[in-house]
């Protein structure tokens, strides 16, 4: 049987790691659909070569062969491992980990495969990254202050935002191409659906405008203006409409994974107010 367990990462990589996971395919293949989250993912099949999956504007849909273990990392946006190029060159894009790291990975490869459990494969995994952290990567802090503000519960102005950090427009639009792949616009949309699936995920109660319940009221209390403002963009992202997604029920998407620790982020900025009568 197929199975997903997703995990928090270690707690030193917390700052630039989103989640982590162990996924299996059972008996037959597993066709997985990859939604844009704003920023890269390392997919690892044990035995296998790695790949990096680049910042992604809809979906990608992926065909996973059977009795195969898959070891992965989903970076923060604006947080990419170290690449030799900018993240707007590998949108949309899955690239072999070798052709952007070189011969190291052969080694990680071959130190994968020996891990004997795909927790400890894993675990090796976020140990090589946590060292490349430590020695060559630099993130950027004003794009990470922007990828802050562009969470959803807090509907900011791209211009206002760019004022805020000192930069111009442009000057903003410009560093986040590069560190995250997409302009802030687009992040901000990404976020925000991101947002509405945290809510959706925790079964959350929607707390917006009287009347909106169910996904309108979860749509609402995200920041889009209705529910076919959020139809529209979860066509836009995913392929699908909100019910296909979700499967007809708001407790988990219609995978059957649980994605609580890919959630969490999300739902600790939000504010909860008293439901309006």
């Known amino acids: 049987m197929e199975s997903y367990v997703e995990r928090p990462p270690l707690p030193a990589l917390a700052g630039v790691v989103r989640t982590v996971w162990i996924q299996r395919a059972g008996e037959a293949a597993y066709v997985q659909r ?33 009795h195969t273990t898959i070891v992965g990392v989903r970076f923060q946006p604006g947080t990419a491992p170290p690449l030799p190029t900018v993240l707007d060159d590998l949108v949309d894009q899955r690239l072999g980990l070798a052709d952007l790291w070189g011969s190291p990975v052969d080694r990680l490869v071959e130190a994968m495969a020996r891990a004997g459990t795909p927790e400890r494969a894993l675990m090796f995994l976020q140990d090589h990254l946590l060292r490349e952290y430590r020695r060559v990567v630099r993130v950027d802090p004003l794009v990470g202050e922007a990828v802050k503000a562009l969470m959803p519960w807090q509907p900011v102005n791209i211009d206002g935002l760019a004022t805020h950090l000192a930069l111009s427009t442009s000057q903003l639009r410009r560093r986040c191409l590069h560190a995250v792949g997409m302009s802030p616009k687009a992040l901000q949309r990404t976020l925000r659906f991101q947002g509405f699936l945290a809510l959706a995920q925790a079964g959350a109660a929607a707390t917006g405008r009287r009347g909106a319940d169910g996904t ?62």
């Open 216 to 277: 309108a009221g979860l749509a609402v209390d995200v920041g889009y203006a209705d529910q076919a403002h959020l139809s529209r963009e979860c066509l836009r992202l995913t392929g699908l409409t909100p019910r296909q997604l979700l499967g007809g029920d708001l407790d988990r998407c219609a995978c059957g994974h649980e994605h609580s620790a890919s959630y969490k982020p999300f739902l600790a900025g939000r504010r909860t107010p008293l439901l309006l009568a």
């Open 34 to 66: 990859h939604l844009p989250t704003g920023g890269v993912e390392i997919h690892f099949p044990i035995g296998g070569r790695p790949q990096l999956v680049g910042p992604l504007t809809g979906p990608e849909v992926e065909v996973i062969p059977a």
